[in-house]
């Protein structure tokens, strides 16, 4: 873990043309910041601000069109897919607004899923996958399949698929969207703690103002470009 | 990243969707049955043919009268004086009803000497009663199993050794009357055979030639030394009898047969690989609906590092599982399946057996019309009624008693083979649906929630 560096994730003068139907869209331009490890940070913006387009640059499944995006001091635009593929199961964790677990694994398969491309043994997979969850208060929940689980349950299991390669980066894309605001709460709470305890750096991107009051640091985006950051 | 663990990925993604994948695995047995089917019923049929003409000995040549004169014993005597000849068996053939306790039999009247009627029965005259004729003009029967045992009198005996039984000869005899001939002994049950052995009718060649009003033979089987001597001497006897006599070898009879079989074979195999062409459209086709439907899922698993290979190795696996599948249940539906066409083949032919159909498919090639006098000869030949010992021509009902039996073959190679073309076909099929999920892009895939 890159402790020792101050920043595990810069974005550099990154910029992303869009062509729609022959019209160039700007999405990004001349972005740059920088989040520290250990960070619990929200993304915020309203609808085609470019704050998704930032996410997914951030997490290695869309390529800038100019600039560059280094995490944990690496660059990563020019990685080609199974080189990207390889990073973000070491380096990256991501948190959907609609769970994705995959439906016929049970809870505690699914939060083994990222270690089965690595060399984890099967004993070593299950042990941390089963700490993992009932870190997260699902001891009771291993065996059960997505179906069985409320959102609150499967946002967590997600946060546990996300956090078990011990990464740099996670990636929460609107994680309280589907959930009532008790359970919202407390996926916020775990992001917050988890970010401390594991130092490691969580990007929420949302447009609900009120939960990134418990944010370290907040962006915000509008047509592209980084309108101010707020630092709590 | 462990196959267990992408097996288990295909596997459980199986699993969940019961009915579909039950579907798409019915389609593969579909397929894999019916070639399994077919083939081992027609390997089934070319299996009893083949050991049929091969009961005759591979170097066995026949040479059948297509004269009125037919073969003197000088014929026969230089025959046995050929080059690589080892043996010749003359036979004078006709057919005849026999009578005996209250069922009359349709039976073939051989003429053979003793020696011969052992070679005929593969060196050993095995009798349940009585004792063999020997080589006088007395006229005294050997008789088949099925002569004193008629299927039309349920298995009863009807007629003993040292008792008479009334022969009468269809078409040959001047007199068109009855003779009385003593049954001196009953053959044992001799099975299968071309040649309707257990019901025939055996004396001597002498008294053959009075019975039958026959002064030669119309038969010759000459039996070579060596496989490889085989077509020359046959081509030598058709050298010195020119078109008197028809030559047969064997291997000729077998080739015969041998091509219509494979036609059947050809026309069958032909079906089924459009029934397994048909199953690869429709595992293409379920497999892209699932790709389409799990677009999520791969999105999600690309982005927490699977690599494509992954992906396809996920989906290749599923189409393997459901050919593997699909194979085994076929295969053993297949047998199934070949078991019923053999009784249903029976059904339709009688209790015979599939036996008139193959010796339906089998006389219609030239080879079998060897022998027989024809109507209006001078020896008054009724039509049909020749009755040459290798026709097992239509009208006689009694050859169909020792009818040829089949047996769905299922040599180790056909059942590895169809499971092999099972999981070949589906991987094939679902080569392209796992090539179009390994290569969704995961901001594609998620970019649709």
Same mark, same amino acid.
């Given at each position: 873990?890159?402790?020792?560096?101050?920043?595990?994730?810069?974005?550099?003068?990154?910029?992303k043309?869009?062509?729609?139907?022959?019209?160039?869209?700007?999405?990004?331009?001349?972005?740059s /910041?920088?989040?520290?490890?250990?960070?619990f940070?929200a993304i915020?913006?309203?609808?085609?601000?470019?704050?998704?387009?930032?996410?997914?640059i951030?997490?290695?499944i869309?390529?800038?069109?100019?600039?560059e995006?280094y /995490?944990?001091?690496?660059?990563?635009?020019?990685?080609?897919?199974?080189?990207?593929?390889?990073?973000?199961?070491?380096?990256?964790?991501?948190?959907?607004?609609?769970?994705?677990?995959?439906?016929?694994?049970?809870a505690?398969k699914?939060?083994?899923?990222?270690?089965m491309?690595g060399?984890?043994?099967?004993g070593?997979?299950?042990?941390?996958?089963?700490?993992?969850?009932?870190?997260l208060?699902?001891?009771?929940?291993?065996?059960?399949?997505?179906?069985?689980?409320s959102?609150?349950?499967?946002?967590?299991?997600?946060?546990?698929?996300?956090?078990?390669?011990?990464?740099?980066?996670?990636?929460?894309?609107?994680?309280?969207g589907?959930?009532?605001?008790?359970?919202?709460?407390?996926?916020?709470?775990?992001?917050?703690? /988890?970010?401390?305890?594991?130092?490691?750096?969580?990007?929420?991107?949302?447009?609900?103002?009120?939960?990134?009051k418990?944010?370290d640091?907040?962006?915000?985006?509008?047509?592209?470009?980084?309108?101010?950051e707020?630092?709590? | 990243?462990?196959?267990?663990?992408i097996?288990?990925?295909?596997?459980?993604?199986?699993?969940?969707?019961?009915?579909?994948?039950?579907?798409?695995?019915?389609?593969?047995?579909?397929?894999?049955a019916?070639?399994?089917?077919?083939? %081992?019923?027609?390997?089934?049929?070319?299996?009893?043919?083949?050991?049929e003409?091969?009961?005759?000995?591979?170097?066995?040549?026949?040479v059948? @009268?297509?004269?009125?004169?037919? !073969?003197t014993?000088?014929?026969?005597?230089?025959?046995?004086?050929?080059?690589n000849?080892?043996?010749?068996?003359?036979?004078?053939?006709?057919?005849?009803? !026999?009578?005996?306790?209250n069922?009359?039999? %349709?039976?073939t009247?051989?003429g053979? %000497?003793?020696?011969?009627?052992a070679?005929?029965?593969?060196?050993?005259?095995?009798?349940?009663?009585?004792?063999a004729?020997?080589?006088t003009?007395?006229?005294?029967?050997?008789?088949g199993?099925?002569?004193? !045992?008629?299927?039309?009198? #349920?298995?009863?005996q009807?007629v003993?050794?040292?008792?008479?039984?009334?022969?009468?000869?269809?078409?040959?005899?001047?007199?068109?009357s009855?003779?009385?001939?003593p049954?001196?002994?009953?053959?044992?049950s001799?099975?299968?055979?071309l040649?309707?052995?257990?019901?025939?009718?055996?004396?001597?060649v002498?008294?053959?030639?009075?019975?039958?009003?026959?002064?030669?033979?119309n038969?010759?089987?000459?039996t070579?030394?060596?496989?490889?001597?085989?077509n020359?001497?046959?081509?030598?006897?058709t050298?010195?009898?020119?078109?008197?006599?028809?030559v047969?070898?064997?291997?000729?009879?077998?080739?015969?047969? %041998?091509?219509?079989?494979? @036609?059947?074979?050809?026309?069958?195999a032909?079906?089924?690989?459009?029934?397994?062409?048909?199953?690869?459209?429709?595992i293409?086709?379920?497999?892209?609906?699932?790709?389409m439907?799990r677009?999520?899922?791969?999105?999600?698993?690309?982005?927490?590092?699977?690599?494509n290979?992954?992906v396809m190795l996920v989906?290749?696996?599923?189409?393997l599982?459901?050919?593997?599948?699909?194979?085994?249940i076929?295969?053993?539906?297949?047998?199934?399946?070949?078991?019923?066409?053999?009784?249903?083949?029976?059904?339709?032919?009688?209790?015979?057996?599939?036996?008139?159909? @193959?010796?339906?498919?089998?006389?219609?090639?030239?080879?079998? #019309?060897?022998?027989?006098?024809?109507?209006?000869?001078? !020896?008054?030949?009724?039509?049909g009624?020749?009755?040459?010992?290798?026709?097992?021509?239509?009208?006689?009902?009694?050859?169909?008693?020792?009818?040829?039996?089949?047996?769905?073959?299922?040599?180790?190679?056909t059942?590895?083979?169809?499971?092999l073309?099972?999981?070949?076909?589906?991987?094939? #099929?679902?080569?392209?649906? #796992?090539?179009?999920?390994?290569?969704?892009?995961?901001?594609?895939?998620?970019?649709?929630?």
């Amino acid at each position: 873990m890159a402790t020792h560096q101050p920043y595990s994730v810069r974005v550099q003068n990154v910029s992303k043309v869009y062509k729609m139907g022959g019209i160039e869209v700007d999405a990004l331009k001349d972005v740059s /910041i920088s989040l520290k490890s250990g960070e619990f940070d929200a993304i915020v913006g309203p609808s085609g601000s470019g704050k998704s387009t930032l996410m997914h640059i951030l997490g290695t499944i869309d390529k800038p069109t100019s600039g560059e995006v280094y /995490i944990d001091g690496v660059a990563t635009s020019r990685m080609d897919g199974d080189e990207l593929a390889e990073f973000r199961n070491r380096k990256l964790g991501f948190v959907f607004q609609a769970y994705n677990l995959v439906t016929g694994l049970d809870a505690e398969k699914n939060v083994e899923l990222p270690l089965m491309t690595g060399n984890v043994s099967q004993g070593e997979r299950r042990k941390r996958a089963e700490a993992l969850l009932r870190h997260l208060g699902l001891g009771e929940r291993l065996g059960m399949r997505p179906n069985q689980l409320s959102g609150g349950e499967q946002q967590r299991v997600a946060i546990a698929r996300a956090l078990v390669n011990e990464p740099t980066l996670i990636l929460a894309d609107e994680p309280t969207g589907n959930l009532d605001t008790k359970s919202g709460d407390e996926v916020i709470k775990f992001f917050k703690a /988890i970010s401390k305890e594991r130092n490691v750096t969580i990007v929420m991107v949302t447009h609900n103002l009120d939960i990134v009051k418990h944010c370290d640091r907040v962006i915000h985006i509008r047509d592209g470009r980084i309108e101010r950051e707020v630092v709590n | 990243m462990d196959l267990k663990d992408i097996f288990w990925l295909s596997y459980n993604d199986l699993s969940q969707k019961k009915v579909r994948t039950a579907l798409t695995i019915l389609m593969v047995v579909i397929g894999i049955a019916a070639i399994v089917a077919l083939t %081992s019923f027609t390997s089934g049929i070319s299996n009893s043919i083949t050991g049929e003409l091969e009961s005759l000995g591979p170097t066995s040549i026949i040479v059948g @009268s297509s004269t009125q004169l037919g !073969f003197t014993q000088g014929d026969v005597n230089e025959m046995e004086a050929l080059p690589n000849v080892t043996s010749v068996t003359a036979l004078i053939t006709g057919a005849g009803t !026999f009578y005996a306790g209250n069922q009359n039999t %349709s039976v073939t009247v051989v003429g053979i %000497s003793s020696s011969g009627l052992a070679q005929l029965l593969g060196g050993n005259v095995t009798l349940i009663q009585g004792s063999a004729y020997t080589d006088t003009i007395a006229p005294e029967a050997v008789i088949g199993y099925d002569v004193a !045992f008629p299927s039309s009198a #349920a298995g009863q005996q009807t007629v003993t050794t040292g008792q008479s039984a009334a022969l009468k000869l269809s078409g040959a005899s001047r007199n068109a009357s009855e003779i009385t001939v003593p049954v001196i002994g009953i053959l044992a049950s001799h099975g299968t055979s071309l040649i309707p052995i257990d019901s025939a009718v055996f004396v001597s060649v002498q008294a053959a030639g009075v019975l039958l009003h026959k002064t030669s033979y119309n038969e010759m089987v000459v039996t070579a030394d060596n496989l490889s001597s085989v077509n020359a001497t046959a081509a030598l006897i058709t050298t010195i009898f020119g078109s008197s006599a028809r030559v047969l070898t064997t291997a000729q009879l077998l080739s015969t047969a %041998s091509s219509i079989i494979g @036609s059947i074979t050809l026309l069958l195999a032909v079906i089924a690989g459009i029934s397994l062409f048909v199953a690869a459209i429709g595992i293409m086709n379920i497999m892209l609906m699932s790709v389409m439907e799990r677009t999520h899922e791969i999105g999600v698993l690309k982005a927490i590092g699977f690599k494509n290979r992954h992906v396809m190795l996920v989906f290749m696996l599923q189409a393997l599982i459901i050919g593997f599948m699909g194979g085994v249940i076929g295969i053993a539906a297949g047998a199934g399946t070949a078991y019923g066409l053999v009784g249903l083949s029976s059904l339709a032919s009688g209790p015979s057996g599939v036996q008139g159909s @193959s010796s339906a498919g089998v006389s219609s090639s030239p080879t079998f #019309a060897a022998s027989g006098y024809r109507s209006g000869s001078r !020896f008054e030949s009724a039509p049909g009624g020749g009755g040459a010992v290798f026709a097992g021509g239509p009208t006689s009902s009694s050859a169909s008693s020792s009818g040829i039996s089949i047996k769905p073959a299922f040599p180790i190679t056909t059942i590895l083979l169809a499971l092999l073309i099972a999981m070949g076909v589906s991987v094939v #099929a679902g080569l392209y649906p #796992a090539w179009r999920a390994s290569r969704m892009e995961p901001i594609d895939a998620l970019r649709e929630l």
